[in-house]
């Protein structure tokens, strides 16, 4: 499953004294206010960006698992910017025994994020990757 996506774009700068939410060098609320405003849009129920260490979280409500995207800056790049969506594995556990597949799911979020990114025209090279592929 394709879950991480990196571009650049020069449309999402920290806002001032935003790494005081967060960690410093970390940034990513406007985009994560874009990525909320889109899915919304696109008909998904998404609650409002959250601060994390490491940048911006936008949940998905979805009854079956918690989804999630990571907004956030890639280090020592001022236009270059990763999203994830979490579950990034084919499939979650739900008690001890119970195995939920992930992917409809998470190829429709990916599917509608890559939608966002794309009809924006400051985003570029757009690049998307397994969570294997990325590294994590």
Not at 36 to 58: Q, R, T, Y
Not at 83 to 111: M, Y
């Amino acid at each position: 499953m394709k879950t991480h996506v990196e571009f650049r774009s020069d449309s999402f700068p920290p806002y001032p004294d935003e790494e005081n939410e967060i960690n410093p060098g970390r940034w990513g609320k406007r985009l994560a206010e874009f990525i909320h405003d889109g899915l919304k849009a696109l008909g998904f129920e998404v609650i409002e960006p959250g601060a994390e260490d490491w940048g911006w979280m936008v949940e998905i409500r979805n009854e079956a698992f918690p989804i999630w995207i990571g907004c956030g800056n890639i280090d020592d790049e001022d236009d270059g910017h990763l999203c994830f969506i979490e579950p990034s594995t084919p499939f979650v556990r739900k008690f001890l025994f119970k195995k939920i597949s992930t992917e409809a799911d998470i190829n429709k979020i990916q599917a509608a994020l890559d939608s966002i990114l794309s009809s924006e025209p400051s985003i570029s090279e757009i690049r998307w990757s397994s969570r294997e592929e990325f590294g994590v």
